[in-house]
């Protein structure tokens, strides 16, 4: 199933209703593509649409906003987080228009339909690359947690570390090779995504366990007065601190990515009309989610925050119990992202088969290509985990380039294209304010990055 070849003949509200078509079958389905039961399925209700869809933004994205908080201060850094989270459903507003006036049941089919061929192509190496990049980071986080992170020369110990001692089969690789094979594989092999519901469910439902007992814990130290007053705005003292600050906006951009699930979320809904509340609902919850883990996070851990806040639940936190909640927050945040790792890993592996299959049947119907491309892209990712240090580094790359093609930069150059005559001044100007916002943001983060990197690597010598 290519991701630019689904156009669905009209569009209905009931999901029964809504069939889709590739001009390239024959008019009679084959016995094959009726085996595949698709037409058995009613349609995915709005509660399992939002969590699938929440599920998709809040991943790993979470774990990095409150060390944006240490750079931009707790008033700049929630109202970044406010404002991208308004940016973002505008963009999926107008990708959902243009969806429905050109009859595309996915985003390279808008793309496609927009800009050709090379177009369709162009989002699919970025959701490559911005989905591979995502996947690693999870994978990073996972080995962090279980078997323990080094940072500024600091050994930060594992759950696994703390329980049993450092021993061969707690170590990262071992751990994450298990991890993959005993959790990772067997949620990839579901071939809709709907049937991801009960486990995205209980995704969210493990994030607000952390979000709770961070806040809990927040709470405790600041009713003894253990806490001090964080910082409300940046500190700026140079051009290189003001450009530092910029190197935060791939980190929020890759935290709200989810426009490449919308489609597929869209395509199972039993009533497709409901996809706007469902966007809403989403954006508003996560949203929520991340200001209160940002603000909670920066209070408990302030200018000690690490890039992966995760990795500060390892010491003593002042408070009763203080051992057993830290291992509570890890391994239920550990748990969260072995369950969202099927949600982003469901596009991924689409435009993979997209790009290089572009005109072979659906990918569903074909059990070995189907677990070649898993098993292929399951084993990258695999690899990227043991040799990226860091989850800033990762973000970095993705945020500064798939990501913001992907959120942003894609669906703002489909609005002023305007292939139908649907789009009014008002969205024009928007995204041309979002190109500009974008491009520019993201050009200095990755400048900022690269000058800190090469002052890094010669400040040795000197």
Known sequence: MTIGSLKPTKEKKSRKCKQV??????????????????DEFDGASFTGAVFNLSTTIVGAGIMALPATMKVLGLVLGIAMIIFMAFLTEASIEMLLRFSRVGNSSSYGGVMGDTFGKFGRMALQICVLVNNVGVLIVYMIIIGDVLSGTTSSGIHHAGVLEGWFGVSWWNSRTFVLLVTTLAVFAPLACLKRIDSLKFTSALSVALAVVFLVITV????M???NGSISMPRLLPDVTDVTSFLDL?????????????????????????????????????????SSVYVMTSLFGFLLFGDATLDDVLANF???LGIPYSSLLNDVVRVSYAAHLMLVFPIVFYPLRLNMDGLLFPYARPLASDNLRFALISCGLICLIFLGANFIPSIWDAFQFTGATAAV??????????????QHNIATKKDKILCI???????????????????ALFKKNTSPSE
């Open 21 to 38: 078509v590739d001009e390239k079958v024959p008019l009679l389905p084959t016995k094959q593509e009726e085996d595949t039961g698709f």
């Open 216 to 219: 809990g814990i927040t709470v």
């Open 221 to 223: 130290k600041l009713i």
């Open 246 to 286: 910029f190197t935060v906006v791939p980190v929020l951009v890759t935290a709200y990515i989810c426009h490449y699930n919308v489609h597929s979320i869209d395509n199972e809904l039993e009533d497709n009309t409901k996809i706007k509340a469902v966007v809403r609902s989403s954006l508003a919850l996560c």
């Open 314 to 316: 390892d010491a003593d």
């Open 405 to 418: 093609c992907i959120g942003f930069i894609f669906p703002a150059a489909i609005t002023l294209r305007d």
């Open 433 to 451: 304010v979002m190109i500009v916002l974008a491009v520019f943001s993201n050009v200095v983060a990755i400048y900022s990055d690269a000058y």
